[in-house]
């Protein structure tokens, strides 16, 4: 017969298991504790990001001449009379952006389903290599391969669209000239170069954890190629989709050096066209930044910064309810 462990004095358990259970949970007690100040530090620095930006806003906001949610003036030069708002910047910021996601998303995805769905894998790992490759890309490259080289060849599709579709107001004549290309329409088109490889990555992640028995499934009541995608991967990766959409978006409003290289200053308030000028928040408080010398005009930058925060954080909001809609249905 195997020998009985050792009893406690008590008699009712080991000792030595009594012993392993005390180190193991205070163990479990060490790694919860480890783990959960972990997860706290980025709650704590959020938060006290938001607050230094708005105690250091305040003040600027407080002898702001004009309103600051819908005035296009942007005028901080005489720090007794600061006039300052935002709605230019959140319009050349909210263009920028979704034309780039609007551009990024469906050939992200379309190199997603090639990659997992019909690429060998001798080609699909160099190939997927090749993608991610563009977001380690420095931005001021990017900014400078979009005014210099591809800000020329897209001039005739800008006066092309102009002309035929400037009845939209997207495609209205702006208040810069589309010769050169300084204008959110190329701004956008260099955005979504960006945003793509971070798209693609978590997309194509996405859609290898499709469960196989539904693909074989699938298959199996004699569904096409394209059908077992449609059917089984493109809903299955609908909410990583999501989610990775999110992420390029937020990706793109915060891009600084190369918006600030691409896109020119309009002489006048802009409007809500792709061929105008104009500055992203990010790229307006970066042309500034080297005069940041007196606190109420730094100030008014900071209240910009933090108009940015928020837009982003709601961004964030926003793609964490769809995503989790999405997974729920």
């Known amino acids: 017969m195997a020998e009985r ?10 000792a030595l298991a009594a012993v392993d259970v005390r180190a193991v949970r205070r163990g479990d007690r060490l790694f ?3 783990a959960t100040a972990a997860g706290s530090t980025i709650v704590i620095a959020i938060v006290l990001i938001a607050i230094f930006l708005l105690v250091r806003a305040i003040p600027a906001l407080r002898v702001n001449h004009v309103n600051f949610f819908t005035s296009a003036e942007f005028d901080t030069s005489n720090a007794a009379a600061l006039a300052f ?3 230019d910047l959140l319009m050349v910021t909210v263009l920028s952006s979704v034309s780039a996601l609007v551009l990024a998303v469906p050939v992200a995805v379309g190199i997603a389903v090639f990659l997992t769905q019909y690429a060998p894998a001798c080609l699909a ?3 997927a290599a090749m993608v991610d490759l563009l977001a380690a890309v420095p931005s001021i490259i990017f900014g400078l391969w979009g005014i210099f080289v591809l800000a020329p060849k897209l001039q005739p599709v800008a006066e092309f669209l102009n002309h035929h579709l400037g009845w939209i107001f997207l495609f209205r004549q702006g208040n810069v000239s ?7 329409f190329t701004a956008g088109i260099v955005l979504s170069v960006m945003i793509l490889p971070i798209i693609t990555s978590v997309a194509r992640e996405v859609f290898r954890q499709t469960p196989r028995i539904q693909i074989e499934a699938a298959q199996a009541l004699g569904a096409t190629r394209w059908e077992v995608i449609r059917m089984t991967v493109l809903p299955y990766g609908r909410s990583g989709v999501v989610a990775a959409s999110m992420l ?12 600030l290289i691409i896109l020119r200053a309009a002489a006048r308030p802009g409007s809500w066209s792709l061929f105008d000028g104009g500055y992203t928040f990010a790229s307006k408080i970066a042309s500034a930044a080297s005069e940041f010398s007196e ?3 730094t100030g008014a930058y900071i209240a910009a910064g933090f108009a940015l925060f928020v837009v982003t954080f709601v961004v964030n909001a926003a793609a964490r309810a769809v995503a989790g809609g999405k997974v729920n249905a």
């Not at 589309?178 to 959110?184: D, H, M, Q, R, Y």
């Open 178 to 184: 589309l010769a050169g290309g300084g204008t959110v």
């Open 295 to 297: 606190p109420l005009p």
């Open 125 to 127: 790992r160099p190939f």
């Open 248 to 259: 390029g978006l937020e990706r793109a409003l915060g891009e600084t050096v190369a918006v």
């Open 5 to 14: 462990p050792p009893v406690s004095s008590s008699g009712t358990e080991p």
């Open 32 to 34: 919860k504790s480890i």
């Open 85 to 87: 708002g935002i709605r």
